[in-house]
């Protein structure tokens, strides 16, 4: 079975937009995605990416333009500012529990994927709050798991060692977006390179 593996941040609009497509490369190939949330303010200033907050303002009206064509492209439901995407001065940790609640999934050998796109919807599409404990919870148990089990194991030591991992991971690779894709150790960022990514898969059979 193909490994693919998926690195990126909870409130990554690309994440969310990626996640059909995604999905559907997965079951083609049948292969084993494995979900990599990591600390993207901490290593993208590292390896050449530049956050969202921090680019000119120029790029930033650039980034809602092309956000508008691929959620009409995508058919996708999508706010382009989003009540609770915080532009400036996030509270600390803002968009990394959402990230670990995801690894305690996965690591429960639950739909860790499910899980993912739902919150991202959330945060995206429904302008909910999932830096809020409570949301993340309700979010999880309307797609079947048990929020609560789940939001006690974000700051758990495996979850948090699994957290700091793939963010060395994502350093060590040269990972300077979100998301970035890999498979057999060939670089994919962004989810517009995601037909790219199925030819990788196809190749390795």
């Known amino acids: 079975m193909a490994e693919l593996s998926c690195f990126y941040s909870l409130s990554s609009p690309w994440a969310y937009l990626a996640g059909p497509k995604l999905q559907d490369i997965v079951r083609r190939h049948k292969a084993r995605l494995i979900l990599k ?3 993207f303010q901490a290593v993208v200033p590292k390896t050449g990416g530049v956050p ?12 809602q333009v092309e956000l ?27 968009n990394k529990h959402t990230g670990w609640m995801v690894i305690a999934a996965q690591e ?29 919870i309700a979010i999880a148990e309307e797609n079947g798991f ?19 991992h793939y963010s060395d991971e994502a350093e060590r690779l040269g990972v300077f977006g979100a998301p970035t894709f890999v498979v057999d150790g060939e670089l994919f960022w962004g989810q517009d390179r ?12």
């Open 37 to 39: 949330p990591y600390d």
């Open 52 to 63: 969202l907050r921090t680019r000119p303002q120029p790029r930033r009206d650039y980034h």
């Open 68 to 94: 508008d064509r691929w959620r009409t492209y995508l058919g996708m439901p999508l706010v382009l500012k989003p009540k609770f995407y915080p532009q400036d001065n996030p509270k600390p940790n803002w």
């Open 108 to 136: 429960r050998g639950l739909d860790a994927f499910l899980l993912s796109h739902a919150l991202l919807r959330a945060l995206w599409a429904e302008e909910r709050d999932t830096s809020e404990a409570a949301v993340r």
């Open 146 to 164: 048990d929020g609560k089990a789940l939001v006690a194991e974000e700051q758990s030591a495996k979850v948090q060692a699994l957290y700091q």
């Open 194 to 205: 995601l037909d790219f990514v199925d030819r990788a898969l196809a190749r390795l059979g």
